[in-house]
């Protein structure tokens, strides 16, 4: 049978593409709501913020992501609850719970965790939003292809929007505009940099480096279709590390609190839970959790401490200020020791 760990990474494996769909859809139904010309209007007055607005990215627009977390917060917790050790009181009584999912507790930390996601999503989209605007007055763009740097090009064949920014952060959003400045530079050295972006459409590598080859800068219209997919790239890559991410963290969250509960039924004391950091033990793992391989803490609350100096109770946990670095794309776990109630009931024929 496959060990709980197997079991909690089978399970984001699952869910991730759940919340990925939820992300994209929204993105979709953000980009179908705005009305360019109103952008357009706002972009003319040189109006920033106005322009921003007109773009209605409000929070409530990325609730499906809530409910992708509440989801996976559940499914962690109940996986959990069913492989943990079977729990005596302190007179070794059997314990008997169930995970509960609507425990107060359980339940402010999905709330804390799906209002951190919709947050940061719709805060990246706004600073990604600025960022372009403020860029491509700087270019000399028209109101109107900064607009539709914004908001994306109409597809001929389905309709929809494809290309903008919406849905992008705003590093990803620089990346867009420096790719534009160097692709239309005719600067060999710039232009080379586009080859070497792991998201970019490598349909379009012959036509770049033709142009490299003449020096001379790519035509508007070439060098707008390429942008236009390499966003429709970085949005999935986006999506994708989002939905990793913060399935992931729910379920761990999940997890912890799961043994949290645990302890609450049987009454003992935290003091008594060690836990110990595993890494996923491959090349992949980032160097600082390399180092917090096997580290251990007492109790429940006490965090572990990356070299970086930011500290987690859990992998991906974000509660005590630990920043992106140190959980995008997490596959650590956590082992919780309860050992002293496996054997408590063992001894007691439970």
């Not at 509440?70 to 059997?94: C, E, H, N």
């Not at 609450?264 to 060690?274: E, H, I, Q, W």
Request: with cysteine; glycine share 8%; proline share 3%.
């Amino acid at each position: 049978m496959a060990t709980l760990r197997q079991q909690l990474l089978d399970l984001i494996d699952k869910l991730s593409p759940d919340m990925e769909k939820a992300f994209l859809e929204a993105v979709s139904e953000v980009k179908s709501e705005i009305v360019l010309k109103e952008v357009v209007e706002r972009l003319e007055r040189q109006d920033i913020e106005g322009a921003i607005q007109a773009l209605h990215v409000q929070p409530s627009a990325f609730r499906s992501l809530g409910e992708a977390v509440r989801q996976a917060f559940s499914a962690g917790g109940s996986l959990v609850a069913k492989a943990m050790p079977k729990l005596a009181d302190f007179i070794g009584a059997r314990v008997v719970w169930r995970w509960d999912v609507g425990n107060q507790r359980a339940e402010a930390n999905i709330r804390d965790l799906s209002s951190k996601l919709i947050t940061n999503v719709s805060e990246g989209i706004i600073e990604a939003a600025r960022t372009t605007i403020v860029s491509g007055y700087a270019q000399g763009q028209g109101p109107n292809s900064i607009a539709l740097d914004l908001v994306g090009r109409r597809s001929a064949i389905t309709g929809q929007r494809e290309g903008g920014v919406i849905g992008l952060n705003g590093p990803q959003a620089e990346l867009m505009a420096r790719t534009r400045i160097n692709l239309m530079s005719g600067d060999p050295a710039l232009m080379k940099k586009y080859l070497d972006l792991k998201t970019r459409d490598k349909r379009f590598d012959g036509t770049v480096r033709k142009a490299i080859a003449a020096g001379k800068p790519l035509d508007k219209a070439t060098a707008e279709k390429i942008l236009m997919r390499l966003r429709d790239k970085n949005l999935k890559l986006r999506g994708e590390i989002i939905a990793r991410t913060e399935t992931a963290t729910s379920v761990m969250s999940a997890k912890h609190e799961a043994y949290q509960q645990g302890l609450d039924a049987a009454g003992r004391d935290a003091s008594l839970v060690t836990r110990k950091w595993r890494s996923a033990g491959d090349g992949r793992v980032r160097h600082t959790h390399m180092i917090l391989n096997n580290q251990e803490v007492r109790g429940m609350d006490l965090a572990f401490q990356s070299p970086t100096g930011a500290m987690l109770r859990y992998p991906g946990d974000t509660s005590l200020g630990a920043g992106a670095g140190e959980i995008i794309n997490c596959r650590c776990d956590v082992e919780y020791n309860f050992d002293f109630a496996e054997a408590y009931a063992r001894s007691r024929g439970l």
